[in-house]
């Protein structure tokens, strides 16, 4: 199950940044002032590593200390040592330092990208045994609770916004890449996905990167990215319907524990070939206007802004919690519909949608009578909603714009308190100082405790 | 990448855990880079040196006036504060490798980046 969750980070998480990795050298989004503060609160001479540097924009925020920029994303780390910054490539899950080495770490943004809950937890734990005793550890993970949008699950692909990219496009060019898809006039015909994301965007101005995001290199403010969903689009069209039904996607309504998936895995087998047995959970919520989750309402331009991602509600009648799909594409801008879907080697995740938005990650690992609610619900699926037809009508009538290659980038999103329960049950080694919501993201402060073997 | 990068540096292989420390350097290309002294920085950092590492990657280097150890009364040292800001910041390896003392696992360092990564089969558990 660890490989399959590889897998889908591999595919979800490092190939999109680093595919993404050139649009981001010039776009560095401002430093979250909590974050900032922290790392400036570090006694002078402190031997701090950022796990999840990206292109170092912190790595330079206090000169008394020695920062250390790591990345699983070579292009990324490319940019900040561009940028003069130390830095390296290497994995969270296995950090090269030896034991006990570093004063301070800061995980922002990270976490979340791990796809089940051991690997974040291992995650949490290297970071721990890295850290001198008494050393200190801050972790940043997007909330699921957020003011203007509603996750629907906790573990969600979000689309790549194209037009974080199109301002960037105009004066370069990769040599050697994908051809960049060119930016679409809304009346342009839809063209074949771009090495960023496939989606057209409408392009509104207000959303530049003077806003700030709690990422570097998140998409913008959701307002703003619409499909454009041409009708042309045999790209699309040829592109779902050579999927193949057996080839979609699913997901996991919450987060893939070892071995509940290993148990989904083994009784859903006699129903891998059948169209109704799994779930898309993508993720992707109706695209709000101007939804920013920080409190006072102000401009774009003045507020920092969590992952304000365009994301588009996944609709399929064969989920149950979501029987009002139609009604909720009319939140869309552009009306955009369709399943996201992988290509059949990323196919690796097999099971049911769970019921309700309930499915809680910060649950105990594993529950065998969840298991089995999900597996009675496949049969139910199975036996009444699958319609596959249904689905590929859909995307018929709208061309699926959000397909394998558009980039979907995978979260799971955290409910307030799992981050803290996650330490505190799982990291003995951790002593939790501080937990907060800063902008849309779960926060964590804790300290490596003494005399831990 | 900088010898008090390379200081906190540790292999890990599966299995190697401690032994693991510290890489072995060989480099092809360095660069001295100048960075602005200072030295309740670099006392700071004394403490925190493992220096038997320290010297063996200095000496790959072929770096001289290394000191071999924290003297006595370091803090308010100037040459050797010096020194020491000299060996641990301005010392830039571009192009080599990093070994692991146990396994022999290489690391490559290009245009100043170690890459730790190891392949998924190296990394199953």
């Known amino acids: ?453 | 990448m900088k010898l008090l990068t390379h200081n906190l540096l540790s292999s890990h292989v599966r299995g190697v855990g401690p032994r693991g420390f510290p890489l072995r350097l060989q480099a092809t290309e360095v660069r001295i880079s100048p960075v602005e002294f200072n030295p309740d920085f670099v006392a700071r950092m004394i403490p925190k040196v493992e220096w038997a590492a320290l010297l063996e990657a200095a000496d790959t280097l072929h770096l001289v006036e290394v000191p071999k150890g924290p003297i006595e009364g370091y803090e308010h040292d100037e040459k050797f504060l010096r020194q020491m800001h000299h060996v641990l910041l301005e010392v830039d390896v571009l192009e080599g490798t990093l070994q692991c003392p146990e396994s022999g696992r290489l690391f490559p360092i290009s245009r100043g980046i170690p890459n730790m990564l190891l392949s998924d089969e190296e990394t199953e558990t």
């Not at chain 1, 199950?1 to 889908?8: C, F």
């Not at chain 1, 009708?231 to 071995?259: M, P, Y």
Request: some cysteine.
């Open chain 1, 1 to 453: 199950m660890d490989h399959e969750a590889a897998q889908l980070e591999k595919q979800h998480v490092h190939d999109v940044y680093e595919s993404t990795a050139p649009y981001f050298s010039d776009l560095q989004s401002k430093a979250w002032p909590r974050v900032r503060q922290f790392l400036q609160e570090q006694k002078p001479g402190s031997l701090i590593a950022d796990i999840g540097c990206g292109t170092g924009k912190y790595l330079k925020v206090n000169s008394q200390v020695y920062t250390l920029g790591c990345d699983y994303c070579g292009p990324l780390v490319e940019i900040a040592r561009s940028r003069g910054c130390e830095v390296m490539v290497c994995d969270n899950l296995q950090l090269p330092f030896r034991d006990q080495g570093l004063d301070a770490i800061i995980s922002i943004g990270v976490i979340h990208h791990f796809s089940t809950k051991q690997r974040r937890i291992r995650a949490i734990k290297e970071m721990a045994r890295v850290l001198v005793p008494g050393g200190q550890l801050m972790i940043y993970v997007w909330a699921m609770e957020q003011k203007n949008r509603h996750f629907e699950k906790q573990d969600v692909l979000v689309p790549w916004n194209r037009a974080l990219c199109s301002r960037l496009f105009a004066d370069s060019s990769q040599p050697g890449r994908k051809q960049p898809c060119v930016h679409p006039e809304r009346s342009q015909p839809y063209h074949p996905p771009c090495s960023v994301c496939s989606c057209s965007v409408c392009f509104q101005e207000q959303c530049h990167s003077q806003r700030s995001h709690s990422l570097d290199y998140e998409p913008l403010m959701a307002g703003m990215c619409c499909a454009d969903v041409s009708k042309g689009g045999e790209e699309e069209n040829g592109f779902s319907n050579t999927l193949g039904r057996s080839f979609r996607s699913w997901f996991f309504s919450r987060s893939l524990d070892e071995s509940t998936l290993r148990k989904q895995i083994e009784r859903a087998r006699p129903l891998k070939n059948t169209e109704g047995w799994a779930q898309s959970t993508i993720s992707i919520q109706p695209s709000t206007h101007a939804s920013l989750d920080a409190g006072p309402q102000e401009p774009f331009s003045t507020r920092e802004q969590n992952l304000d991602e365009d994301v588009f509600v996944e609709t399929s009648q064969k989920q149950l919690e979501w029987p009002r799909a139609p009604a909720t594409m009319k939140h869309l801008c552009g009306d955009q519909q369709g399943e996201v879907r992988r290509n059949g080697d990323g196919n690796f995740l097999e099971g049911a949608n769970t019921s309700e938005n309930g499915m809680n990650a910060g649950d105990v690992d594993e529950s065998p009578p969840s298991a089995s609610r999900i597996l009675r619900r496949i049969s139910a699926l199975d036996s009444t909603d699958s319609n596959p037809e249904e689905t590929i009508s859909v995307e018929d009538q709208q061309p699926n714009v959000l397909d394998s290659r558009a980039f979907m980038r995978y979260y799971h999103v955290f409910r307030e308190g799992e981050l803290y329960g996650l330490l505190k049950e799982h990291v003995a080694e951790l002593h939790v100082l501080s937990s907060g919501n800063d902008h849309g993201n779960w926060c964590i402060i804790a300290e490596k405790k003494d005399n831990c073997d």
